[in-house]
């Protein structure tokens, strides 16, 4: 990672220097929504004044509160889809495939054409950078291009354990990305995916999507296998909120590893698969197994360390030495991220490139607050281990339920 990051460091344009002119693709903004209306009007306003040619999508899955209210307040190329039960709240893979017989009405009925066609997917509370579009005209410029993944960061970052959302996103995955990319492997996120609409539509049909709790890790394999091409976008990037309880955290990514495991079933097929790369095997195989590798590193450090207090106990002083040294080796991954990461934040603030300053708030944290954001992003997995449980267990007995985060 460290390598890739001095090899790959952001040649970001300042937004002021960026042609206003964002006329070559025409983009199908999808954006799904339970229950959303505390942040969707803020969503929609800023995609409203993005400089581009786009119609935006909300797809209401049944919201019991003001979502619709908030989204009819907003002016603009705006429609609605709405869902109603037993037919809504089956997955955020279900609610999108429905979106896409209005992407191909709306093409027929606007005479566009279908290869310019971008059909993007951010969520309720997400903002795009205001360079954008402008990237993503870019990179689809070519037509081998048929998806580009927007790198994410997280929305005010005002606690530690939002700063450490924050650099696992905007820092942590992005180097993660850059590996994949040079692998051909890029991964599709739940939010700031965009794909070209007459690819998609030729190799998948009109229900992309699966309905996996990890559906975007989903798409990226039902990508992979029909030989589509992904690319990983640094320059420009979509913000989300971040999570503010330890609680949240642990059932967003239990959720996030069982939807891992949702997608064995497809191991047959890239196993078989003479369209997948092999290093996008080697990737898959490494992500697939990735959970159950963690839940075994998990429990023997678990051993290791209980085993190391015992034999110790009558030495106090060798014990307290040798914890104080290792914990801070452990920490010395931590300290590099977040080095980088405040970095980044930096180079971001020059471009103005951020549609709210505010999110770029943590390039001038104070000492402790780094210090405490060193240590949670060096032992995060001893809370994560939790979710590695959870997610183990609801596969086991076949629970399969999406536990969106309520919005604050």
């Given at each position: 990672?460290?390598?890739?990051?001095?090899?790959?460091?952001?040649?970001?344009?300042?937004?002021s220097?960026?042609?206003?002119?964002n006329?070559?693709?025409?983009?199908?903004?999808?954006?799904?929504?339970?229950?959303?209306?505390?942040?969707?009007?803020?969503?929609l306003?800023?995609?409203?004044?993005?400089?581009?040619?786009?119609?935006?999508?909300?797809?209401d899955?049944?919201?019991?509160?003001?979502t619709?209210?908030?989204?009819?307040?907003?002016?603009?190329?705006?429609?609605?889809?709405?869902?109603?039960?037993?037919?809504?709240?089956?997955?955020?893979?279900?609610?999108l495939?429905?979106?896409i017989?209005?992407?191909?009405?709306?093409?027929?009925?606007?005479?566009?054409?279908?290869?310019?066609?971008?059909?993007?997917?951010?969520?309720?509370d997400?903002?795009?950078?205001?360079?954008?579009?402008?990237?993503?005209?870019?990179?689809?410029a070519?037509?081998?291009?048929?998806?580009?993944?927007?790198?994410?960061?997280?929305?005010?970052?005002?606690?530690?354990?939002?700063?450490?959302q924050d650099i696992e996103?905007?820092?942590?995955?992005?180097?993660?990305?850059?590996?994949?990319?040079?692998?051909?492997?890029?991964?599709?996120?739940?939010?700031?995916?965009?794909?070209?609409?007459?690819?998609?539509?030729?190799?998948?049909?009109?229900?992309?999507?699966?309905?996996?709790?990890?559906?975007?890790?989903?798409?990226?394999l039902?990508?992979?296998?029909?030989?589509?091409?992904?690319?990983?976008?640094?320059?420009?990037?979509?913000?989300q909120?971040?999570?503010?309880?330890?609680?949240?955290?642990?059932l967003?990514?239990?959720?996030?590893?069982?939807?891992?495991?949702?997608?064995?079933?497809?191991?047959q097929?890239?196993?078989?698969?003479?369209?997948?790369?092999?290093?996008?095997?080697?990737?898959t195989?490494?992500?697939?197994?990735?959970?159950?590798?963690?839940?075994l590193?998990?429990?023997?450090?678990?051993?290791?360390?209980?085993?190391?207090?015992?034999?110790?106990?009558?030495h106090p002083e060798?014990?307290?030495i040798?914890?104080?040294?290792?914990?801070?080796?452990?920490?010395?991954?931590?300290?590099?991220?977040?080095?980088i990461?405040?970095?980044?934040?930096?180079?971001?603030?020059?471009?103005?490139?951020?549609?709210?300053?505010?999110?770029?708030?943590?390039?001038?944290?104070?000492?402790?607050?780094?210090?405490?954001?060193?240590?949670?992003?060096?032992y995060i997995?001893?809370?994560?281990f939790?979710?590695?449980?959870?997610?183990?267990?609801?596969?086991?007995?076949?629970?399969?339920?999406?536990?969106?985060?309520?919005?604050?």
């Open positions: 990672m460290y390598y890739t990051y001095f090899l790959n460091k952001p040649k970001l344009k300042p937004a220097v960026l042609p206003h002119d006329k070559e693709f025409f983009y199908f903004i999808l954006i799904p929504c339970l229950n959303e209306g505390k942040v969707i009007k803020n969503t306003q800023k995609l409203v004044n993005l400089k581009g040619q786009k119609q935006i999508i909300v797809i899955d049944d919201s019991i509160d003001d619709l209210i908030q989204v009819k307040a907003v002016s603009g190329p705006i429609s609605i889809l709405q869902r109603y039960l037993p037919n809504a709240r089956t997955g955020k893979g279900d609610s495939n429905n979106a017989p209005l992407i191909k009405h709306l093409i027929k009925e606007k005479h566009l054409q279908p290869q310019n066609c971008i059909v993007g997917v951010i969520d309720a997400g903002v795009l950078s205001n360079n954008s579009i402008y990237q993503l005209n870019r990179l689809f070519n037509h081998r291009t048929d998806a580009v993944q927007l790198r994410i960061k997280m929305k005010q970052p005002l606690t530690v354990l939002q700063t450490f996103f905007f820092t942590i995955n992005r180097l993660t990305q850059l590996i994949r990319q040079r692998l051909h492997a890029v991964a599709l996120c739940g939010n700031g995916q965009f794909f070209r609409f007459s690819s998609v539509h030729q190799k998948l049909g009109l229900k992309p999507w699966g309905n996996a709790l990890l559906e975007d890790y989903e798409l990226t039902k990508f992979e296998l029909r030989g589509l091409n992904i690319r990983y976008l640094d320059e420009a990037y979509v913000t909120e971040a999570l503010v309880k330890f609680k949240d955290l642990i967003q990514r239990a959720r996030w590893s069982q939807g891992g495991f949702n997608c064995w079933h497809y191991l097929k890239i196993i078989h698969s003479r369209e997948m790369l092999i290093s996008q095997k080697f990737d195989y490494f992500f697939l197994v990735q959970p159950l590798i963690n839940i590193a998990d429990f023997s450090i678990l051993y290791l360390t209980i085993k190391f207090i015992f034999k110790f106990e009558f060798f014990f307290i040798t914890s104080i040294f290792l914990s801070l080796i452990g920490m010395i991954f931590g300290t590099c991220f977040t080095i990461y405040r970095h980044e934040l930096r180079l971001v603030t020059q471009t103005k490139i951020d549609s709210m300053e505010s999110n770029l708030q943590n390039q001038t944290m104070s000492v402790r607050k780094s210090i405490l954001t060193v240590g949670i992003l060096s997995y001893l809370v994560l939790f979710s590695l449980l959870i997610s183990g267990y609801h596969e086991i007995i076949g629970q399969r339920v999406w536990n969106k985060t309520s919005r604050l």
